[in-house]
Nanobody, 115 residues
Framework: QVQLVESGGGSVPPGGSLRLSCVGS????????MNWYRQTPGNQRELVAA???????RYADSVKGRFTISRDNAKKTVDLQMTNLKPQDTAVYYC?????????WGRGTQVTVSS
């Protein structure tokens, strides 16, 4: 069973930075695309950033230029470096991957941006 565990959330003032990390286990990590989603109360989860198995990346327009996704296949981790954080970035952030058998999610980590 695929396992994803996030860490690194917290509270920062506007303009601050945070680095989220997700460690994967029980699947061939290097062969999987990895994603970060976020969700606020009452809303659907939205894709924030994605990285393919070939290290191709893409971002939501709202975070381009501020967030960077990266992966370390040796450590089986995918990170999300977030800079110049804004109050509207406040959300629970989830690590995600998928295969033909389904979607896999971590439990999420809270990010709060507030003065």
């Amino acid at each position: 069973q695929v396992q994803l565990v996030e860490s690194g959330g917290g509270s920062v003032p506007p303009g601050g930075s945070l680095r989220l990390s997700c460690v994967g286990s029980r699947f061939p990590f290097k062969n999987y695309a990895m994603n970060w989603y976020r969700q606020t109360p009452g809303n659907q989860r939205e894709l924030v950033a994605a990285i393919s198995s070939l290290n191709r990346t893409r971002y939501a327009d709202s975070v381009k230029g501020r967030f960077t996704i990266s992966r370390d296949n040796a450590k089986k981790t995918v990170d999300l470096q977030m800079t110049n954080l804004k109050p509207q970035d406040t959300a629970v952030y989830y690590c995600h991957t998928e295969d033909i058998q389904g979607n896999y999610w971590g439990r999420g980590t809270q990010v709060t941006v507030s003065s």
